[in-house]
């Protein structure tokens, strides 16, 4: 892509731009950018959500400028305040340097781990004197910080609010200035943050960075954003099966924009499919999305599995598990299989009636399985294990 290309599919895609002008003359001024994005290191899991900004950077990434992604290790110790109605639990400096390795295994999916800057903001703020905090502290007011939707509603309903949070929009604007980023991406949930990050480049005599925040991809409900803790997301990581599986739950209301944010299909394309035949244009997308994390066999393989699993029958190439041969109870053979975390946990899921044996269900936790070479134990609609005893 050109650079007028990039710049026009971040304006239509984007929903604020700081400044459009700025923006667009950085672009065109032939210099090879510093590009930001900070990631949250206290959730390591990527998902589609996370890949509407990642794939945005993968193209400014290819126009040659540099992405430098800010794990938040020192920050995460705080935990990001934006949009929380209490103080959130803070990490250990160990469990953010974990998380963080995880993630950019993951964001090796969409850019080029090669050209993609990595660093930690412990490197800076860690070796900040207390001096060096009242220094930052003075650059803001309380009355500024408080314009924060979350912070001011936390106060109005007399929710605790830590000091150490209030600090968190100034530690991360920080992180421009260490950096001398010349441009900041996000979520909208972060505008707040990133507009920080502008106003102290410019208290520090640097000059203040574009800042371009992008929706936050409604998750599978269709109601919240996507997010691992509410279930209703799509993992970058997770196994073709389940993901072309869940592709397939995306409302119609909301599957144009699921094209246009997380994938590289033409509008012409996907839209023909929609009017075409709505169905049709869902086992398009699955496919899509598969075939990105996956590649092209997976996602004709996980096609295959899905249509086998709608009509009822049990899928290829299931995972496989050698007991004795000798009887053994249901329960112990649901865990024994993996598709529970405890006996209690697999009674619990006879009983709901989660439990399948070669696809016909089971709800007696007294059953027996003897004199049979395998069968097929199943969770669900996308969880099959075959027992083999030997």
């Given amino acids: ?38 990631a949250d290191p206290s959730r390591p899991d990527l998902h589609l959500g996370h890949s509407v900004v990642l794939r945005k ?34 990490l250990t400096f160990e469990e953010t340097r974990r998380n963080g390795k995880t993630y950019m295994d993951q964001v090796a999916k969409i850019l080029d781990p090669e050209k993609t800057t990595i660093v930690y903001n412990s490197d800076w703020l860690g070796k900040m004197t207390f001096a060096d905090v009242l220094q930052l502290a003075g650059k ?32 991360q604007g920080y992180d421009s200035v260490a950096l001398h980023a010349d441009i900041e991406v996000g979520g909208s949930d972060q505008t707040f943050n990133l507009l920080v990050g502008r106003e102290l480049q410019r208290d520090y005599g640097q000059a203040p960075q574009e800042v371009i ?39 119609d209301t909301l599957i144009e924009d699921y094209f246009r944010l997380t994938t590289d299909m033409a509008e012409s394309e996907y839209k023909s499919l929609m009017a075409e035949d709505i169905r049709k244009a869902h086992f ?23 249509n086998e699993v709608a009509k009822g029958g049990i899928p290829q190439n299931i ?19 993996g598709l529970a975390p405890s006996n209690s946990e697999a009674r619990r ?16 936790t007294k059953l027996t399985i003897e004199g ?7 969770k669900g609609k996308n969880k099959f294990v075959k027992v083999i005893f030997a």
């Avoid at 992405?67 to 109605?85: E, N």
């Avoid at 314009?147 to 968190?168: C, P, S, T, W």
């Avoid at 997308?285 to 996980?302: L, N």
Wanted: no cysteine; net charge negative.
């Fill in 1 to 38: 892509m050109t650079t007028q290309e990039v710049f026009q599919i971040l304006k239509r895609d984007s929903i604020s731009i700081f400044s459009e002008e700025g923006l667009k003359e950085k672009l065109e001024s032939g210099k090879r950018l510093k590009i930001k994005l900070g």
């Fill in 57 to 90: 950077l993968k193209m400014l990434q290819d126009l040659g400028h540099e992405i430098i992604f800010v794990i938040g290790d020192f920050t995460g110790m705080i935990g990001d305040p934006s949009g929380k109605s209490k103080t959130r639990k803070p």
């Fill in 140 to 171: 803001y007011t309380v009355a500024r910080i408080m314009e924060r939707d979350d912070f001011a509603k936390r106060f109005a309903e007399n929710q605790a609010i830590g000091v150490h949070e209030m600090l968190y929009p100034l530690m």
């Fill in 213 to 251: 925040t992008f929706p936050l991809l409604p998750g599978l409900d269709g109601v919240e954003k996507m997010s691992k803790s509410l279930d209703n997301y799509i993992g970058v990581d997770e196994e073709p099966g389940l993901m072309f599986e869940k592709a397939m739950k995306v409302p």
């Fill in 284 to 306: 398009a997308y699955a496919r899509e999305i598969v075939r990105m994390y996956h590649g092209e066999q997976a996602a004709d393989e996980a096609e295959k599995r899905y």
């Fill in 319 to 337: 995972a496989t598990v050698t007991l004795p041969k000798e009887p053994i109870g249901i329960i112990a053979l649901v865990a024994a299989a």
């Fill in 349 to 364: 899921l006879i009983q709901g009636g989660g439990i399948k044996l070669d696809n016909k269900q089971v709800t007696d």
């Fill in 372 to 378: 049979v070479d395998e069968i097929v134990v199943s």
